[in-house]
């Protein structure tokens, strides 16, 4: 049976739609516009009660019985569990794996994400706020960088699900004001993991529903009083 995905082509979403290619999980992608708000709908909130992609229903959970999950990271942990695949089998490797995978859903994703919003996207040039997040994301890649510069992957010598979180948000660099070849050894980690197939394959999910945040309506649904609302 084929897992169903609520995504958009995010970072997080494309955690989602490159791990479920690396696994080869037969899936069907239910394209979630937050753009124009779907992810307010009750439907979707049934899933992901914190009105954010991706979300996904697997009908074959554990104990053979439907599952749904929200948050990219824990989807990650339960996909890898489910195949068995993309986590080192020792516990050791596994800590390691995980710690990277947590390094990224507390650093990487926020505030990368701010830098982005704030050099972007917000309404106003706030100068302090460029500054801090753009200084910020500098310090992560060169966290990154010193760790690449020690092994192949995050985890060590084997691909695991800390790359694929990573990656993709390491993918607009430049919006975050990041001059990658100042970092060499993110850079060769990038390229090595462009490279695969699979990963190829999951960027071009929803790849035709990608459009540049240029109206306010979107704006408003994304930063505005919309998202603030109590559900």
């Not at 991706?54 to 989807?75: C, K, Q, T, W, Y």
């Not at 990573?166 to 090595?192: D, M, Y």
């Amino acid at each position: 049976m084929s897992i169903d995905l609520y995504s958009w082509p995010t970072p997080n979403g494309h955690k989602i739609h490159i791990m479920l290619e690396e696994c080869e999980l037969p899936y069907r992608v239910h394209p979630v516009d937050i753009g124009a708000g779907q992810q307010f709908t009750p439907e979707f909130l049934a899933i992901s009660p914190n009105n954010k992609i991706p979300a996904m229903v697997d009908p074959d959970g554990p104990d053979a019985r439907p599952i749904s999950l929200f948050e990219s990271g824990a989807i990650l942990i339960y996909l890898a569990g489910k195949t068995g695949r993309f986590l080192p089998p020792s516990d050791r490797g596994k800590f390691v794996a995980l710690q990277w995978l947590m390094f990224q859903m507390a650093h990487v994703g926020p505030l990368l994400g701010q830098a982005h919003h704030f050099r972007r996207y917000a309404p106003q040039q706030i100068e302090y706020a460029i500054n801090r997040y753009t200084n910020e994301a500098r310090r992560l890649y060169g966290v990154m960088d010193r760790r690449l510069g020690q092994t192949r992957f995050f985890a060590g010598e084997m691909y695991t699900i800390a790359d694929i979180a990573i990656f993709p948000w390491t993918r607009s660099h430049a919006a975050q004001g990041v001059e990658l070849p100042t970092f060499p050894n993110v850079q060769r980690w990038s390229e090595e993991i462009s490279a695969r197939p699979a990963v190829q394959r999951g960027l071009k999910v929803l790849e035709a529903h990608r459009r540049a945040l240029i109206d306010e309506k979107a704006r408003e649904i994304l930063f505005g009083a919309t998202q603030y609302q109590r559900r």
